[in-house]
Nanobody, 124 residues
Framework: QLQASGGGLVQAGGSLRLSCEAS????????INWFRQAPGKEREFVVG????????RYADFVKGRSTFSRDNTKNTVYLQMNSLKPEDTAVYYC???????????????????WGQGTVVTVSS
């Protein structure tokens, strides 16, 4: 089970840190990455990496203002987002997979478990 938290209402230019805690499974056995879905839009990849090796990939729209990290001792992954923009408004989901390769990293169809999402609202 994945539990996402940390969303909220923030003004443009502000920051938020999202957390995703994995229970019932060991974090080190899964790649756990972040997606988001804005109203009326498809779910899109935000940031993540394969389980074994590989560079962390950031979507262009968050590159340079977000940081992805993992704490295996807490079974938790984080997404620190800075310089938030109104267009960042969305439900943010964490998702887990054991079968990712580089070409499928950003495809939500290759993720097996999803958190319930946490709402981020950025006001202008």
């Amino acid at each position: 089970q994945l539990q996402a938290s940390g969303g909220g209402l923030v003004q443009a230019g502000g920051s938020l840190r999202l957390s995703c805690e994995a229970s019932g499974r060991t974090l080190t056995a899964y790649a756990i990455n972040w997606f988001r879905q804005a109203p009326g839009k498809e779910r899109e990849f935000v940031v993540g990496a394969r389980l074994s090796g590989g560079v962390t990939r950031y979507a262009d729209f968050v590159k340079g203002r977000s940081t992805f990290s993992r704490d295996n001792t807490k079974n938790t992954v984080y997404l620190q987002m800075n310089s938030l923009k109104p267009e960042d408004t969305a439900v943010y989901y964490c998702a887990a997979s054991r079968r990712l390769i580089t070409s499928t990293l950003t495809d939500p169809n290759f993720y097996d478990y999803w958190g319930q999402g946490t709402v981020v609202t950025v006001s202008s």
